[in-house]
């Protein structure tokens, strides 16, 4: 069974070297994303423009538009917070959704599935949609196990 497993981690190693490099560089953008939005203080003087905030500044800029324009209608569209509905401020949007899960205590990794699905779909936002939901799902897995040591 190690053996199969170790087959399978060698495979997608492989695959995740072989990868055209926008959806190579869409896990890492959809885990920093994530995590930005994770750890971020809305003390900050930043939380008027959170987006710029978390999104990376060396991006591609078309990425940076794709991620501006569509990163508050996924928090909306997730259902991830009742704190972002009737808000229509980009930001407010974002930063509503940040304290939330800033606030989310579960026995049963409950924050870490929000976050789990938020970097997916981030990522697959800094695809330009090049990346599907499952693919997505097994890049982040494997980039967690091997490639962010």
Request: aromatic share 6%; net charge neutral.
């Amino acid at each position: 069974m190690k053996k199969l497993i170790q087959s399978i981690v060698a495979f997608v190693s492989k695959l995740f070297r072989n990868l055209p490099a926008l959806l190579k560089n869409s896990v890492p953008i959809g885990i920093t994303i994530t995590n930005a939005i994770k750890n971020f203080d809305d003390k900050n003087p930043e939380a008027a423009d959170i987006l710029t905030a978390i999104i990376p500044g060396d991006l591609d800029d078309k990425i940076k538009v794709l991620l501006r324009a569509n990163l508050p209608k996924v928090v909306v569209e997730l259902r991830l917070v009742d704190a972002t509905l009737g808000l229509t401020d980009p930001n407010e949007i974002v930063v509503a959704a940040s304290k939330v899960l800033q606030t989310i205590k579960s026995d049963y990794s409950v924050r870490e599935g929000f976050l789990n699905n938020l970097a997916i779909v981030i990522s697959q936002i800094a695809s330009d949609g090049k990346l599907d939901w499952n693919d997505a799902a097994y890049l982040i897995k494997y980039y967690f196990d091997h490639e962010n040591a």
